[in-house]
């Protein structure tokens, strides 16, 4: 204890922070980076409210990577958390979870849970941890689309070698949270088993522009014609930029129909262009015109 603060030391001692914790919160600033996730673990497990205050504190300071500060984001904003689950978000922050904390996740009915679980996925090594975790989150019906269709196609297909694909699935499923380094990384696991048609469709489900476009890059050689150009439609022009990319060498008729009345749709400029850099159908349309 000798290298820790004094302010740190009182809010430690449950007897002396009943009588002057308020005062060392009021003062927090002061209390050094290495001792807040210290103080974190001590005050959750004996469910002190200043833990809120504390894990404000640490994401402020940016402490923590951006994935185990989510964790104790949800300390910082909620004053309903069951002790169970406050101890383990704490756990989970400081990569020190284990298998049987994720019971207190499963109990949980809460909006929260999902992403907890996903966030789980994708931060853990442990194997047992990782086991436990996916097994909670695959008895449950997800809002996410993507995560819900990869772990169903987990549980058809490949149930007993799960957690080969864990990791992956929860990056991709918190693709806007994820780097494009991590999103191409979760993708190789997935290279040898893209023919099957049912987990392409699953991947091309993806609601992050990062995850569509990097699906769209990566499997471009296998994603059908006719699932791309319906991508010409859609609203992020980053997933229009990429589908075009992609289909630039496509020279059937009925695809150059549809890219021709694409781009006569098309309404962004910088889209547009794409368009022109790409089809010699376009460029020679717009010789046409002239």
């Known amino acids: 204890l000798e290298s820790k603060s004094s302010l740190s030391l009182i809010l430690a001692s449950s007897s002396l922070s009943e009588n002057f914790g308020s005062e060392v919160i009021d003062r927090r600033n002061k209390i050094p980076d290495a001792d807040i996730l210290w103080l974190i673990k001590i005050l959750a497990e004996r469910d002190d409210a200043n833990v809120r205050y504390l894990a404000e504190t640490a994401n402020a300071r940016k402490l923590l990577t951006p ?9 910082e904003n909620r004053q309903d958390l069951p002790t169970p689950v406050l101890r383990s978000l704490v756990k989970a922050s400081l ?31 442990d194997p047992d941890v990782l086991y436990e975790v996916f097994d909670t989150v695959a008895s449950k019906t997800l809002l996410d689309q993507l995560g819900g269709s990869l772990i169903e196609w987990v549980k058809k297909n490949y149930w007993d070698t799960r957690l080969e694909f864990i990791r992956s699935i929860g990056i991709l499923a918190l693709g806007e949270h ?29 609601d992050s522009t990062k995850v569509a476009t ?26 229009r930029l990429t589908a075009i990319s992609a289909l630039a060498r496509s020279n059937d008729v009925g695809a150059l129909r549809v890219i021709l009345d694409g781009y006569e749709k098309e309404n962004d400029q910088i889209v547009k262009k794409a368009y022109e850099e790409k089809f010699w159908v376009v460029k020679q349309r717009l010789v046409g015109k002239k």
């Open 67 to 75: 994935k185990r500060a989510f964790f104790l984001s949800i300390i």
């Open 178 to 206: 994820s780097s494009k380094t991590e999103i191409q990384d979760a993708l190789s696991i997935f290279d040898r088993y893209v023919a099957d048609k049912e987990l392409l469709g699953a991947l091309m489900s993806a």
């Open 95 to 125: 990569g020190i979870i284990k298998a049987e904390d994720i019971s207190s996740f499963g109990r949980w009915y809460d909006n929260s849970i999902e992403e907890i679980l996903l966030t789980l996925c994708s931060t853990e090594t």
């Open 214 to 239: 990097s699906v769209i890059d990566r499997f471009r050689e296998v994603i059908p014609v006719s699932n791309l150009l319906i991508l010409l439609n859609d609203r992020d022009r980053e997933v």
